[in-house]
């Protein structure tokens, strides 16, 4: 399976600004998710957008996918430093999920 | 509390010796996946289960073996075939390919 690409690869940004992260994707999906990994732990789920679905929100969480395009983007509004981590897309198109690479998110108070 | 747990959280491997970390869930959820991440970079799949005595490769199974004898267990053994195994591994599961997976909080492997 391929990995997907994300960007950008790393972004700093101030406490309460918004952060953007996009992703690409090569095949057709059946969903796509995000994830988010503090230093050394293991990932924790995010949020779930399915095929059919062009946007979604969790809390300060806003989740867009373009099919079309083979692309999605991960919106955080009002930033705090603790969302400092970690942030991957996966893209499930058969039993199992591929990962990108991640965008490294460093918030700053 | 329901949960996913991977041990142990260190492990060290000298050259030529098989090791295996354990993950094991109580979540009642049917697949199970093994992971590797190396610093910087995304996760690979090494191995995933759907059901009990039942798996399949991922992109990077050479040099690894699993089991799946039970629903809640899934090993994962690092054999001396394994070139370059120092790494951090993730084990996780799912309900089904519609849901989120929730994964452990990992095993840092590393060869001395």
């Known amino acids: 399976s391929q990995q997907g690409e994300e960007d950008p690869q790393a972004l700093s940004i101030q406490e309460g600004e918004n952060a953007t992260m996009n992703c690409s994707y090569k095949?057709?999906?059946?969903?796509l998710q995000w994830y988010r990994q503090n230093s050394g732990r293991g990932l924790v789920h995010l949020i779930l957008?399915?095929?059919?679905?062009r946007e979604k929100h969790s809390g300060r969480l806003r989740v867009t996918l373009d099919t079309s395009k083979k692309s999605s983007s991960l919106l955080i509004t009002a930033s705090r430093a603790a969302d400092t981590a970690s942030y991957f897309c996966?893209?499930?198109?058969?039993?199992?999920?591929?990962f990108g690479g991640g965008t490294r998110l460093m918030v700053k108070p | 509390d329901g949960g996913i747990t991977q041990s142990p959280k260190y492990l060290f491997r000298k050259e030529g010796q098989n090791v295996t970390l354990s993950c094991e869930q109580n979540l009642n959820h049917d697949a199970m996946y093994w992971y590797r991440q190396d610093p910087g970079q995304g996760l690979r799949l090494i191995y995933y289960?759907?059901?009990?005595?039942?798996?399949q490769k991922g992109d990077i199974a050479e040099g690894y073996s699993v089991s799946r004898e039970k629903k809640e267990s899934f090993p994962l053994t690092v054999t001396s075939a394994q070139k370059n195994p120092t790494a951090f591994y993730l084990c996780?599961?799912?309900?089904?390919?519609?849901?989120?997976?929730?994964f452990g909080s990992g095993t840092r492997l590393t060869v001395v």
């Open positions: 957008i399915r095929s059919n679905e």
């Open positions: 996780a599961s799912s309900m089904a390919r519609e849901f989120g997976y929730t």
């Open positions: 289960s759907q059901i009990v005595n039942d798996f």
């Open positions: 095949t057709s999906i059946n969903n």
């Open positions: 996966a893209n499930n198109a058969g039993n199992m999920l591929t």
